[in-house]
């Protein structure tokens, strides 16, 4: 993970300020003016109560009555548009912090998001990103607070006695040494209580998401254990945390407290010697009761600044993490009609951390050849794959397609000529008709892809048809408009698989990639399917993983890849004569076949 310095933290907290800079003036001077005017009132009543010394004025009285009645007022209005302005900059610096932080992970590497929890990136994108709104609502507000009501009540105290002002001002320091220290320690804590409160969102996350795995197994008492140990270990930090706000709120709450203790010690002792009036004690004693607030509330908007501090860190550990497949500054165009389809591997190697996946790999498909990549569990197939997509660069050799380096070519322009049906289907919550149109609705939004022109009939239920899902869809209850995932039904493996497959099919791709598509359908089902597609195939590149050998046959040729390198190629009959690592696996499918009956 990047390590965010405090400078690079500033400058972006700054960049917000700047951004929503009259909002926070605007509610700045408000503050101003609502204290200016609150701290008009002990004044106010201090010439009341010498008024009343000096024989009673009703009139006056009723004169500085009405005042104090005025400026309470007035300060009330100015409080809440401050409030106004600067909650509402604090609103707007969330919106644009999440809309910032979404955008930039969809442009993170897919390699990125394996070395990070799910729950981790969500808690960020939620919880820290609320914790930095309050940093530039609340803490800015209190702040600002705090220093305009010490700069207006000071400046009033010491007109009126700077003594009394000064030996008001003896515990400061002191008590300051304190809450630098336990503010420190609240920073540090404030970071375990984030990243626990990360863990647990993981947890539940992955809990929901493998709910099937854990009651298959009756795990579901050791998962609450765990879940349980989590949150305990989450309250006891987080009960560290409010000893230590709890701490700072103390200190700050003795510090206000001090400043009345000195009025009422030498204050009360100077007006019984004359030297100052009860009309000036009380008036005194109205401006520390006025900072008392301010000042005890500093040590809450302290912590909400600390742990918006460390929201923030969070956040930019994501914000500063480049992704490193991009676009090329200089993109080579890509000729229309698309392409042809012709596929180059030269020398390619790829690691995804220390031994490589992918050695020394090349190959050349001719454009419009079906060729099928089969290989033991974990020899590279879907590696392959995904250096093909730009999911990952190869840390040596070269990827072409029709002659050009894939990474010559502009990101989204390559993919859309890519027909990707995943090991693992994925759908969206939505109807089956917009999971199947998911890839295409974007691309017929977009001017650029003029290959792609709606007919006037839906072509959503031809490719479902190629999919040889349109059997499975009369039966579903709205059809093709009916829901799936979290809202709607639950659809099988099989079902899922054509569905993804439809939607490859539906943006016409240059080349069309299978991964092991169709592995959770029944042998004839997958031929019934494949006849379908021979159609399709034809007037493409076809690129066909499976660990099934039924299809092979089909194929014009073979792939074998083996510990990641490319062993042995032919069609099916030359790989089975030829007695290799093909002729092996052909064996072992055929094997487990009989034994499964
Ligand atoms: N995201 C990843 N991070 C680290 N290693 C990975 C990652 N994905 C795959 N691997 C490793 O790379 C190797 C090749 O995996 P790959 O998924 O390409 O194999 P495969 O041939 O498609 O396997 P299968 O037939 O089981 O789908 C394996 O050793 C695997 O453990």
């Known amino acids: ?161 700077w003594k009394l002002t000064l030996f008001c001002l003896i515990p400061y320091p002191i008590i300051f040494i304190g809450v630098r220290f336990i503010i420190h320690k609240l920073f540090k804590q404030t970071k375990i209580v984030q990243t626990e ?113 460390a929201a923030f860190d969070r956040i930019l550990e994501v914000l500063f993490t480049k992704p490193t497949i991009e676009d090329p500054a200089e993109p080579v165009a890509i000729p229309r009609p698309a392409v042809s389809g012709q596929i180059s591997f030269e020398g390619v190697s790829f690691a995804y951390d220390q031994s490589d996946a992918i050695s020394d790999f090349s190959v050349e498909i001719p454009a419009g050849s079906k060729v099928a990549i089969v290989g033991r569990t974990g020899s590279g197939k879907s590696t392959l794959v995904g250096l093909l997509a730009r999911l990952f660069d190869p840390q040596h050799g070269r990827i072409l397609v029709d002659g050009v380096d894939i990474r010559d070519l502009e990101l989204r322009r390559h993919r859309a000529r890519l027909g990707v049906v995943p090991q693992d289907p994925f759908l969206f919550s ?20 003029s290959r792609l022109s709606e007919d006037s009939a839906d072509p959503t239920l031809k490719v479902l048809a190629k999919a040889g899902l349109d059997q499975d869809i009369s039966s579903f209850p709205q059809g093709i408009e009916t829901q799936v995932g979290e809202r709607g039904i639950t659809l099988s493996g099989g079902q899922k698989q054509r569905v993804t497959i439809a939607r490859a099919l539906l943006v016409e791709p240059s080349i069309l990639i299978l991964d092991d598509a169709l592995s959770s359908v029944d042998n004839q089902t997958e031929q019934e399917i494949l006849d379908h597609l021979d159609e399709v195939m034809d007037a493409r590149t076809t690129i066909f993983i499976t660990h099934r050998f039924s299809a092979l046959s089909r194929m014009d040729r073979i ?19 030829f007695g290799g690592v093909y002729a092996e696996l052909n064996e072992h499918q055929k094997l487990k076949e009989e034994l499964e009956g």
């Open 430 to 449: 939505m109807t089956i008709r917009n999971n199947v149109r998911f890839g295409y609705d974007a691309q017929l939004d977009d001017p650029e892809f």
């Open 1 to 161: 993970m990047i390590d965010v310095t405090r400078a690079a933290r500033n400058q972006r907290i700054r960049l917000y300020f700047k951004r929503y800079a009259l909002h926070f003036v605007i509610g700045g001077i408000f503050l101003v003016l609502t204290n200016y005017l609150a701290l008009e009132i002990p004044g106010r009543v201090g010439l009341a109560i010498e008024g009343m010394q000096n024989g009673v004025d009703l009139a006056g009285i009723k004169d500085h009555a009405i005042w104090i009645i005025g400026l309470a007022i007035g300060a009330g209005i100015a409080r809440i548009l401050s409030r106004v302005y600067i909650f509402n900059a604090g609103r707007l610096v969330e919106y644009d912090l999440r809309n910032e932080l979404f955008e930039h992970l969809a442009k993170l590497n897919l390699s990125w998001f394996s070395s990070m929890s799910t729950g981790d990136i969500t808690s960020r994108v939620s919880n820290d990103v609320n914790f930095v709104r309050l940093l530039y609502a609340i803490a800015y507000l209190h702040v600002i607070n705090t220093v305009v009501a010490y700069a207006l009540a000071l400046n009033k105290m010491v007109a009126l006695d």
């Open 559 to 577: 792939l074998v890849v083996d510990e990641g390198r490319l062993v042995e190629q032919g069609t099916h009959e030359e790989l089975l004569a």
């Open 197 to 309: 409160l990360s863990k647990i969102s993981s947890r539940v996350q992955e809990n929901l998401t493998g709910i099937q795995v854990i009651k298959t197994y009756t795990l579901e008492g050791r998962e609450i254990s765990r879940f349980k140990a989590l949150n305990e270990n989450f309250v006891e930090e987080n009960i560290k945390l409010v000893t230590i706000r709890g701490g700072l709120q103390a200190t700050m709450t003795l510090l206000s407290g001090a400043g009345t203790l000195v009025i009422l010690l030498v204050g009360a002792n100077w007006v019984v010697a004359g030297n100052l009036s009860v009309g000036q004690f009380v008036e005194f004693n109205g401006y520390v009761v006025a900072l008392a607030f301010p000042t005890m509330g500093l040590g809450w908007v302290l912590s909400v600044w600390n742990r918006g501090i």
